[in-house]
């Protein structure tokens, strides 16, 4: 592996390091904001949507993981495009398993749609599965 792409993997791992701890900080503010500016029943019904949803974004990713991304990138095909056609996919996935907590979340005023697409992303970054290298057993360049 070139040093440009030792560069390009450390810098994604340090932006999916930053991401999953940005997420990780700001889910609990929003708990708390909402439970600040709404009542304890709207508070709880939001909540609940909330860990739902990040549930079944974390279980669809993970199942996205292991039956379609790594063959793709193990097999070379992984493209923006795919990743993002794999995206809309687990979104709509989200939506049809929690189809009762996105109703429920809807009628309490919850973005739905920006909130799915953050526990997404957010469960991607948690569970990144790494591009193979060309040969795994080569040694790397020894430079002068």
């Known amino acids: 592996m070139?040093?440009?792409?030792?560069?390009?993997?450390?810098?994604a791992g340090l932006l999916s390091l930053v991401v999953s701890a940005g997420i990780a900080y700001v889910v609990p503010r929003v708990k708390q904001a909402v439970d600040?500016?709404?009542n304890d029943k709207t508070a709880s019904v939001v909540n609940?949507?909330?860990?739902g949803l990040a549930n079944i974004a974390q279980a669809v990713v993970q199942d996205f993981n292991q039956k379609i991304v790594?063959?793709?990138?193990n097999a070379g095909t992984w493209t923006p495009q795919l990743a993002q056609g794999v995206?809309?996919?687990a979104i709509a996935a989200v939506k049809a398993q929690g189809a009762t907590l996105v109703q429920l979340g809807q009628q309490v005023g919850v973005d739905v749609e920006s909130l799915i697409d953050s526990l997404i992303e957010s469960a991607v970054s948690q569970n990144h599965v790494s591009v193979p290298t060309a040969n795994a057993n080569a040694q790397p360049p020894v430079s002068d």
């Open 87 to 89: 995206k809309a996919d």
């Open 70 to 73: 790594a063959n793709a990138k």
């Open 2 to 11: 070139s040093v440009e792409a030792h560069v390009v993997s450390g810098l």
């Open 48 to 51: 609940l949507v909330i860990d």
């Open 36 to 38: 600040a500016h709404v």
